[in-house]
C-alpha cells in the first residue's frame, strides 16, 4: 500500500511553510509520500474543503496533517477521504465566523497544542481530544508551535510509524 500523507496548512499560511517542510523530510525519511494543498486565494471554509477532497480524490487514503483552519479542514474532510490517521497541531474548532466541529472518521488521531495559543486556547485542543479519544501532547509553545518543531517530527515519527 502507498504511504500517503497530505498537509493542510494554516489561513494565513502556505502549502511549504516552515512546519510543513521540517514534517514532510520526516514523513519522506519513513517512506512516505507527501501532497500539501494550496489554499492559497479560497477565502472560504467551505472552498477550502472541496479543494482538499478534489485533492484526496486522486490519491490513495492518506494520513491527513492539518495546522490550525487546516486542523479543522483535515478533521472536516476525513470521513469523505477516508482517511487513515489525523494529525492536528492546534486545530481551529470552536471560533467565530467557523462552522460547527466536524464529526471526524474513526481512525488513529493526534493532537498537538500550545499552552501559550493567542488564537485557538488550548482547552479547545482538550476537548476535542477528550471527545475523540485522541493522543494529546501540550506544549510550552505558542500557535505556531515553532518552538516545538524538533518533538513534534518526533511525534508525527511515532504516529507514523503506527501505520503499514
Not at 105 to 123: L, M
Request: hydrophobic share 40%; aromatic share 8%.
Amino acid at each position: 500500500m502507498t504511504r500517503q500523507l497530505i498537509f493542510s496548512h494554516g489561513k494565513d499560511s502556505e502549502p511549504w511553510g516552515t512546519k510543513i517542510v521540517a514534517l514532510a523530510e520526516t514523513a519522506r525519511d519513513l517512506g512516505w509520500q507527501c501532497e500539501s494543498v494550496d489554499y492559497r486565494g479560497i477565502d472560504t471554509v467551505e472552498g477550502r474543503l472541496e479543494k482538499l477532497l478534489a485533492v484526496a480524490r486522486d490519491l490513495p487514503p492518506a494520513v491527513h496533517v492539518g495546522s490550525s483552519l487546516g486542523g479543522f479542514l483535515a478533521v472536516a474532510g476525513s470521513k469523505s477521504c477516508a482517511a487513515r490517521g489525523l494529525f492536528l497541531m492546534a486545530p481551529a474548532f470552536e471560533l467565530p465566523g467557523l462552522p460547527p466541529t466536524p464529526v471526524c472518521a474513526a481512525c488513529p488521531t493526534t493532537v498537538v497544542h500550545g499552552w501559550n495559543d493567542d488564537i485557538v486556547p488550548v482547552e479547545i485542543g482538550i476537548r476535542f481530544a477528550r471527545s475523540q479519544g485522541a493522543t494529546l501532547h501540550i506544549v510550552n509553545d505558542g500557535h505556531r508551535l515553532h518552538d516545538s518543531l524538533p518533538q513534534i517530527q518526533l511525534w508525527l515519527s511515532g504516529f507514523l510509524r503506527g501505520f503499514p
